[in-house]
Protein backbone atom coordinates (compact mmCIF):
# COMPACT_ATOMS: atom_id res chain seq x y z
CA UNK A 1 0.00 0.00 0.00
CA UNK A 2 1.63 3.69 -1.24
CA UNK A 3 2.29 5.82 1.86
CA UNK A 4 0.28 9.30 1.05
CA UNK A 5 2.30 12.57 2.16
CA UNK A 6 1.50 13.67 5.78
CA UNK A 7 -0.85 16.47 4.72
CA UNK A 8 -0.15 20.43 5.93
CA UNK A 9 -1.33 23.43 6.08
CA UNK A 10 1.10 24.56 3.61
CA UNK A 11 0.15 21.80 1.37
CA UNK A 12 -3.24 22.75 1.23
CA UNK A 13 -2.56 26.29 0.53
CA UNK A 14 -0.58 25.30 -2.13
CA UNK A 15 -3.13 23.24 -3.68
CA UNK A 16 -5.86 26.22 -3.05
CA UNK A 17 -3.24 28.89 -4.93
CA UNK A 18 -3.22 25.77 -7.65
CA UNK A 19 -7.12 25.65 -7.76
CA UNK A 20 -7.14 29.87 -7.80
CA UNK A 21 -4.34 30.04 -10.74
CA UNK A 22 -6.41 27.50 -12.62
CA UNK A 23 -9.95 28.62 -12.10
CA UNK A 24 -9.68 31.78 -10.25
CA UNK A 25 -10.98 32.43 -7.12
CA UNK A 26 -14.05 31.60 -7.40
CA UNK A 27 -12.93 27.73 -8.14
CA UNK A 28 -11.77 27.85 -4.61
CA UNK A 29 -14.06 25.38 -2.75
CA UNK A 30 -13.13 23.31 -0.03
CA UNK A 31 -14.39 20.22 -1.94
CA UNK A 32 -11.88 21.17 -4.94
CA UNK A 33 -8.77 21.33 -2.70
CA UNK A 34 -9.66 18.18 -0.75
CA UNK A 35 -10.24 16.38 -4.02
CA UNK A 36 -6.68 18.41 -4.95
CA UNK A 37 -4.69 16.65 -1.71
CA UNK A 38 -6.46 13.26 -2.18
CA UNK A 39 -8.40 13.67 1.03
CA UNK A 40 -11.88 13.98 2.08
CA UNK A 41 -13.53 17.08 2.37
CA UNK A 42 -13.59 16.46 6.19
CA UNK A 43 -9.73 15.56 6.80
CA UNK A 44 -9.10 19.75 5.77
CA UNK A 45 -10.54 20.82 8.70
CA UNK A 46 -7.58 19.73 10.83
CA UNK A 47 -5.24 22.24 8.81
CA UNK A 48 -8.13 25.00 8.12
CA UNK A 49 -11.26 26.13 10.22
CA UNK A 50 -13.02 27.13 6.94
CA UNK A 51 -13.51 28.28 3.36
CA UNK A 52 -12.80 32.05 4.97
CA UNK A 53 -10.29 30.70 7.14
CA UNK A 54 -8.35 28.97 3.67
CA UNK A 55 -8.98 32.35 1.58
CA UNK A 56 -7.29 34.27 4.21
CA UNK A 57 -4.07 32.32 4.25
CA UNK A 58 -4.21 32.68 0.90
CA UNK A 59 -4.40 36.43 0.57
CA UNK A 60 -1.40 35.92 2.96
CA UNK A 61 0.60 33.76 0.97
CA UNK A 62 -0.18 36.35 -2.11
CA UNK A 63 0.80 38.81 -0.08
CA UNK A 64 4.21 37.86 0.80
CA UNK A 65 4.75 36.95 -2.61
CA UNK A 66 4.21 40.27 -3.85
CA UNK A 67 6.68 41.30 -0.86
CA UNK A 68 8.95 39.23 -1.80
CA UNK A 69 9.09 39.73 -5.74
CA UNK A 70 9.27 43.73 -4.59
CA UNK A 71 11.24 43.80 -2.13
CA UNK A 72 13.94 41.86 -4.25
CA UNK A 73 13.26 44.58 -7.61
CA UNK A 74 14.22 47.86 -5.02
CA UNK A 75 17.00 46.54 -3.29
CA UNK A 76 20.18 48.71 -4.06
CA UNK A 77 17.70 50.84 -5.78
CA UNK A 78 16.72 54.77 -4.50
CA UNK A 79 14.24 57.70 -5.92
CA UNK A 80 12.98 57.28 -9.15
CA UNK A 81 14.94 53.81 -10.14
CA UNK A 82 13.29 52.41 -6.89
CA UNK A 83 9.74 53.44 -7.39
CA UNK A 84 10.12 52.37 -11.37
CA UNK A 85 11.83 49.28 -10.21
CA UNK A 86 8.75 48.82 -7.89
CA UNK A 87 5.65 49.61 -10.71
CA UNK A 88 7.11 47.06 -12.76
CA UNK A 89 7.43 44.11 -10.41
CA UNK A 90 4.02 44.90 -9.68
CA UNK A 91 2.83 44.86 -12.73
CA UNK A 92 4.52 42.01 -13.59
CA UNK A 93 3.64 39.83 -11.13
CA UNK A 94 -0.37 40.72 -11.92
CA UNK A 95 0.40 39.69 -15.61
CA UNK A 96 2.69 36.53 -14.95
CA UNK A 97 -0.49 35.36 -12.06
CA UNK A 98 -3.79 37.55 -12.82
CA UNK A 99 -5.95 34.89 -10.96
CA UNK A 100 -3.61 34.57 -7.80
CA UNK A 101 -3.59 38.64 -7.44
CA UNK A 102 -7.48 38.49 -7.43
CA UNK A 103 -7.18 36.50 -4.01
CA UNK A 104 -5.28 39.18 -2.72
CA UNK A 105 -7.07 41.17 -0.06
CA UNK A 106 -8.12 44.59 -1.30
CA UNK A 107 -7.93 46.26 2.74
CA UNK A 108 -5.59 43.57 4.49
CA UNK A 109 -4.48 45.85 7.40
CA UNK A 110 -8.10 45.40 8.73
CA UNK A 111 -7.46 41.99 8.71
CA UNK A 112 -6.30 39.98 11.75
CA UNK A 113 -5.20 36.97 10.05
CA UNK A 114 -3.56 39.20 6.65
CA UNK A 115 -2.44 42.26 8.81
CA UNK A 116 0.86 41.14 9.55
CA UNK A 117 1.63 40.29 6.10
CA UNK A 118 -0.17 43.39 4.77
CA UNK A 119 2.29 45.60 6.62
CA UNK A 120 5.26 43.89 5.55
CA UNK A 121 4.31 44.72 2.00
CA UNK A 122 2.98 48.32 2.72
CA UNK A 123 6.22 48.64 4.28
CA UNK A 124 8.36 47.95 1.01
CA UNK A 125 6.22 50.53 -1.00
CA UNK A 126 6.88 53.35 2.00
CA UNK A 127 10.53 52.31 2.02
CA UNK A 128 10.80 52.85 -1.44
CA UNK A 129 9.21 56.20 -1.17
CA UNK A 130 11.53 57.26 1.95
CA UNK A 131 13.76 59.20 -0.74
CA UNK A 132 11.23 61.87 -1.55
CA UNK A 133 10.87 63.13 1.85
CA UNK A 134 7.52 62.19 2.55
CA UNK A 135 6.27 61.29 6.00
CA UNK A 136 2.94 60.45 7.41
CA UNK A 137 0.18 61.26 5.47
CA UNK A 138 1.58 62.23 2.36
CA UNK A 139 3.93 58.94 2.02
CA UNK A 140 0.57 57.15 3.17
CA UNK A 141 -1.56 59.07 0.26
CA UNK A 142 1.66 58.84 -2.45
CA UNK A 143 1.54 54.68 -1.73
CA UNK A 144 -2.14 54.95 -2.20
CA UNK A 145 -1.49 56.83 -5.86
CA UNK A 146 0.67 54.11 -6.78
CA UNK A 147 -0.96 51.12 -5.68
CA UNK A 148 -4.08 53.43 -7.89
CA UNK A 149 -2.23 53.10 -11.25
CA UNK A 150 -0.44 49.67 -10.70
CA UNK A 151 -3.68 47.86 -9.84
CA UNK A 152 -5.68 49.39 -11.76
CA UNK A 153 -3.91 49.39 -14.94
CA UNK A 154 -2.73 45.78 -14.48
CA UNK A 155 -6.61 44.74 -13.60
CA UNK A 156 -7.69 45.88 -16.89
CA UNK A 157 -4.47 44.90 -18.60
CA UNK A 158 -4.88 41.34 -17.59
CA UNK A 159 -8.97 41.44 -18.20
CA UNK A 160 -8.57 42.18 -21.90
CA UNK A 161 -10.41 45.61 -21.14
CA UNK A 162 -7.64 47.28 -23.39
CA UNK A 163 -8.22 46.32 -27.40
CA UNK A 164 -6.79 49.25 -28.91
CA UNK A 165 -3.78 49.32 -30.85
CA UNK A 166 -0.97 51.87 -29.58
CA UNK A 167 1.37 49.74 -27.50
CA UNK A 168 0.45 48.97 -23.44
CA UNK A 169 4.49 49.37 -22.36
CA UNK A 170 4.04 52.75 -23.85
CA UNK A 171 1.48 53.80 -22.08
CA UNK A 172 2.55 51.79 -18.84
CA UNK A 173 5.60 53.83 -19.19
CA UNK A 174 3.38 57.04 -19.75
CA UNK A 175 2.21 56.39 -15.98
CA UNK A 176 5.18 55.71 -14.16
CA UNK A 177 6.56 59.09 -15.45
CA UNK A 178 4.06 61.17 -14.62
CA UNK A 179 3.50 59.74 -11.35
CA UNK A 180 7.63 59.82 -11.20
CA UNK A 181 6.73 63.66 -11.90
CA UNK A 182 3.93 63.92 -9.23
CA UNK A 183 6.84 62.97 -6.39
CA UNK A 184 9.15 65.02 -7.77
CA UNK A 185 6.90 67.95 -7.29
CA UNK A 186 5.59 66.79 -3.63
CA UNK A 187 9.45 67.19 -2.28
Known amino acids: ?44 YKHVASLGELRGHVGVRVLEEMTGRFTEAVLGLAGDQAVEALMHAYRAYVQEHPKRYGAAPMDPLHDDQQREAGMRLMEVMLATLRSYGLEGSEAIHATRRLRVIVHGFASIESNGGFGLPEGLDDTYDQLVRMYLNDLRGQR
Not at 13 to 18: E, S, T
Request: charged share 20%; no cysteine.
Open 1 to 44: MAVRPRLTTAKVVDAALDLVDEQGVEGLTLAAVATRTGVATPSL
